[in-house]
């Protein structure tokens, strides 16, 4: 019974170095794609931003753009937010939600309220930066987590070793004294 639980501990420490070698590959793939994809972008940070000048090629930066977008659009829509404005504009262009007061175009459709379609335009954009950072650290996780399988799988083996170098001894001094 002993040597299978030796056996079964070289195994199971042998499963966790694979696993976390796959978590490590993993973690730097993912880190690496959200670079790449981020890189394609040629997005540079505004001089009113926190990273002037520098190129948003990692998720913290692209977090930062997207917190510069937020405030640009802000400045845009003197403070209010996509839900804080009526859908269309009326002949004064005046923001209202009521399509019979809403100006009309030359095909007679409600006029849009174009700044209230610039937060769907800033919302898809900084929740795609956004997605960038939390990917870049769900791969930085990725690889803590590898590194700690990788670790507990040599302990395991080395406990398993351990008690098999253990056993011999007792077993070398059990005959000797019988001896």
């Known amino acids: 019974m002993r040597k299978a639980l030796e056996i079964g501990g070289v195994l199971a420490g042998a499963v966790l170095i694979v696993f976390g070698i796959i978590a490590i590959y993993m973690g730097v793939d993912g880190r690496n794609t959200v670079r790449d994809s981020l890189k394609q972008e040629k997005i540079v940070g505004t001089p009113d931003s926190s990273i002037p000048g520098k190129a948003v090629d990692s998720g913290d930066r692209a977090r930062a753009f997207a917190a510069v977008m937020r405030k640009h659009t802000l400045e845009a829509t003197s403070g209010k937010t996509y839900s804080e404005m009526g859908r269309f504009l009326d002949a004064q ?10 100006a009309k175009d030359a095909k007679g459709q409600p006029v849009e309220n174009g700044l209230r379609n610039l937060w769907v335009t800033e919302t898809a954009l900084t929740t795609a930066l956004n997605m960038s950072y939390m990917a870049e650290q769900l791969s930085l996780f990725g690889i803590v987590v590898g590194v700690a399988l990788l670790l507990a799988g040599v302990g395991f083996i080395v406990l398993a070793l351990a008690g098999a170098v253990r056993r011999t001894e007792s077993e070398k001094a059990a005959k000797a004294a019988a001896a």
């Open 93 to 102: 262009g005046n923001p209202t939600n009521d399509q019979n007061l809403a």
